[in-house]
Each structure stands twice: as structure tokens, then as C-alpha cells.
């Protein structure tokens, strides 16, 4: 079965440090997301791309975050100068045209100190 | 703004059914989604309801009710695999993009 790939599997940082999260989504699928979960919490929408182009947005997707699709495979989630409270999985998934099935990467643990 | 609520745990027995329950209130629904998520692990697809009605998928079922803003994951011939948490998660549209929002997840223990 195709999948979503993430690298790297753990980024530690230190606070106010720039981290970019990588992501290679299924290469057929339309849209792109990224999800984030704080340990023990739910799984939180932060953005969604289609079209080479943000679509939607939530509360937590604010000035420091940004993404990019830089080459037609790729999409990063850039954040610009981390804070502890960033520290999460951060999920990377990608649908197809009907959309009715999601994949999930297998994630990045953010640690930030 | 959009309320998803299932209970945050339950428990089982092997080889017993189980079913997860899961309430919405949303503004420009246009399906739900059930995932499994085991504990550091991304979550896994388990089913999509569009339309009203059960869908079946071998051990696993999904019920979407529309009208009621209501959807049920069932479980049947529970295996000790089967304890993870359970995601409901709710599809929006917006700005020409489909937004699964993702509810608090049922935690589901199935023991010996």
C-alpha cells in the first residue's frame, strides 16, 4: 500500500531555533494536511493545502507556522521560532480526489527545550 | 465551530462486541471517519460514512445517522490487538478542502 513519509522520526531543538518538518505524501493525492498531538491530548488540525495553496487554517496555525510544496512532492511545515508549548507528534497526511480515505504519516516527535 | 464527543474510555473482554458511540455538532458536514490509533503510532483508517446506514468491513462496523449527529464504531470477536484508541473524526468543507476534525478518542481496553 502507498505511503506518507516523514523525516525525521524525532527532532529535538532548543527554544527560539527554526525547525522544518518534511514530509513526502502519496504522490497521486490532491490534498495535503498537517495535524499536530500533544502528548495524552487529541489529535488537532493545524493546516490544510490544495492546489498549491493554503485552503483552511485553525487558531494554532499563526504567524510562526508556515508550509511549502518547494518541488511537487515534498511539503514542509516550517515553524519559525519554536516555543516549549510546539513540543508534539506532528502528522503529515495526504487524500485523493474523493478524499475518503486520509493517510497518516507515521509522524515527528518535536521536542523542544 | 464543531463538538465532537465519545466516551474516553471503555473496557472489554476478548472476544466480546464493543461499540463506541460518537455525537457531532457541526456546520458543513460532509462525512465521518473512524481511525485506530495505538499508543505513539499514527492513526490508521477504519472506515467513512457519507450516507446514512452501517457499513460493514470484516470485524469492524461503522453507523452514521445524519440527522441525528450520531455514529458508532462496533467491534465484534475483540482480539487483545483491538486495545488502542479510537478516533472519530469529522469531515468539514472548507475553502475548497475537506477538514477531518479529530474528536478526543475512546481509549478501548480488552482484556483476557
Known amino acids: 500500500e502507498p505511503e506518507v513519509t516523514q523525516t525525521p522520526s524525532h527532532q529535538v531543538t532548543q527554544m527560539g531555533q527554526e525547525v522544518i518538518l518534511r514530509c513526502v505524501p502519496i504522490s497521486n493525492h490532491l490534498y495535503f494536511y498537517w495535524y499536530r498531538q500533544i502528548l495524552g491530548q487529541k489529535v488537532e488540525f493545524l493546516v490544510s493545502?490544495?492546489?498549491?495553496?493554503?485552503?483552511?487554517k485553525s487558531e494554532i496555525f499563526d504567524d510562526q507556522f508556515s508550509v511549502e510544496r518547494p518541488d511537487g512532492s515534498n511539503f514542509t511545515l516550517k515553524i519559525r521560532s519554536t516555543k516549549l508549548e510546539d513540543s508534539a507528534m506532528y502528522f503529515c497526511a495526504s487524500g485523493g480526489r474523493d478524499n475518503e480515505k486520509l493517510f497518516f504519516g507515521s509522524g515527528t516527535q518535536l521536542s523542544v527545550l | 465551530g464543531q463538538n465532537i464527543d465519545q466516551p474516553t474510555e471503555m473496557t472489554a473482554t476478548e472476544g466480546a462486541i464493543v461499540q463506541i458511540n460518537c455525537t457531532y455538532q457541526t456546520s458543513g458536514f460532509n462525512g465521518l471517519f473512524w481511525y485506530q490509533q495505538h499508543a505513539g503510532e499514527a492513526p490508521t483508517f477504519l472506515s467513512y460514512n457519507v450516507l446514512d446506514g452501517l457499513e460493514e468491513k470484516g470485524r469492524f462496523s461503522s453507523f452514521l445517522s445524519r440527522s441525528k449527529g450520531y455514529s458508532y464504531l462496533l467491534l465484534k470477536e475483540l482480539q487483545m490487538k483491538d486495545s488502542a484508541s479510537y478516533l472519530c473524526?469529522?469531515?468539514?468543507?472548507?475553502?475548497?478542502?475537506?477538514?477531518?476534525?479529530f474528536g478526543r478518542g475512546t481509549s478501548l481496553i480488552v482484556h483476557p
Open positions: 473524526a469529522v469531515e468539514m468543507v472548507g475553502g475548497g478542502s475537506y477538514i477531518p476534525t
Open positions: 493545502f490544495y492546489n498549491n495553496e493554503i485552503s483552511e
